[in-house]
């Protein structure tokens, strides 16, 4: 047998699949551009479109990008959707003047994509402050989430670290508290935001955190990010709403946690059990954006989990 043979069937049962996964985002992913209510959004679409379909819902500041290791690895039984929100990425980011960055309106401009695309039923794969979007938009419209896949996207003030005190006195004055926004939107916050405290430095790529500050340096995007920094407060105060509408709507749930991230704890990750029982919870060697350190594992146990949870077509 040829080694590449080889080595795509090894390949293969690493993710819990007889059908070798496609390669390469190349080969999987488009690239596309629509209008949400005057604004314009950009998306990362892969996977055959009678498929299952997820919905993966970027954390800060990075964008859809961010699901680029994940996407051929899920995309031959699976339709994929990976937005970027407004302000991040290559969407749109019109002034504070003109869109209002809440999170109330970032879930509302993704339920436009949604409604646009036709999606009328999806699994959400939430990562940071995909939480907050992904859970306004379950709550706004249960009938169309079939599960629920949660990596590092906290709801429970257990999973929140010490940085958040500081956070904190800057909702109580923002004014006062310049300095919260200078570290939110440095280049130093955003590398620390992938290292965390992983012990394994060199398995991460600085293009990411240095590509990230880079559209964070872009003109408006500090006005842009203060806002939402802002408005997170909305998101603690929305929290038993959140964990009320889980416990109402036993649906399918995985946890992926990156245990070296010092934003979300792992307490965090364990408190979702109390309102999701029997949701499946997997700690891993990784950090807040886990597909930087373990995108086998994540690949592994999102493959397993929808495989068991949501129908796909038979492989050919």
């Known amino acids: 047998m040829p080694a590449q043979t080889v080595l795509a069937a090894a390949a293969a049962l690493a993710l ?18 629509t209008e949400v209510n005057g604004v ?22 990075s964008s859809s990008r961010q699901w680029d290791p994940l996407l051929p690895l899920l995309a031959d039984r699976y339709h994929l ?7 991040f990425g290559h969407s749109d980011a019109p002034s504070p003047a003109d869109y209002a960055y809440t999170f109330d309106n970032l879930a509302r401009t993704m339920e436009g994509l949604v409604t646009q695309l036709g999606l009328a039923r999806y699994t959400l794969f939430l990562q940071d402050y995909g939480g907050p979007v992904g859970f306004r938009m379950a709550l706004a419209h249960p009938e169309r989430v079939s599960a629920l896949i ?14 958040w005190q500081g956070i904190a006195r800057y ?40 590509d990230e500050y880079a559209g964070l340096t872009r003109p408006g ?3 842009i990010q203060a806002a939402l920094l802002y408005d997170y407060r909305t998101n603690l105060a929305a929290y038993p709403a959140w964990q009320a509408w889980m416990r109402d709507h036993p649906l399918p749930t995985l946890i992926l946690w990156g245990r070296y991230d010092p934003s979300f704890l792992v307490p965090g990750a364990e408190a979702y059990l109390r ?17 930087d350190e373990a995108t086998d594992a994540v690949a592994r146990l999102t493959r397993d989990f929808l495989g068991r949870h949501v129908t796909a077509p038979s492989a050919p």
């Open 40 to 61: 314009g959004l950009f998306y990362r679409e892969a996977g055959p479109r009678d498929a299952p379909t997820l919905l993966l819902l970027h954390g800060y500041p």
């Open 275 to 291: 309102d999701r029982p029997t949701a499946e919870l997997h700690i891993l060697n990784a950090g807040h954006f886990a597909l």
């Open 150 to 163: 949660v990596q590092n996207a906290n709801a429970y003030t257990e999973g929140l670290g010490a940085k």
């Open 16 to 33: 819990g699949q007889g059908t070798p996964p496609l390669s390469s985002v190349s080969a999987t992913t488009t690239y596309r551009r």
């Open 171 to 210: 909702w109580a004055d923002p004014a006062a508290h310049p300095e919260q926004v200078d570290a939110f939107t440095s280049l130093e916050g955003a590398k620390q935001r992938h290292l965390g405290t992983s012990p394994n430095p060199e398995r991460y790529n600085p293009d990411s955190w240095v």
């Open 81 to 87: 959707i990976a937005p970027d929100y407004p302000g």
């Open 221 to 223: 995007a500090r006005e």
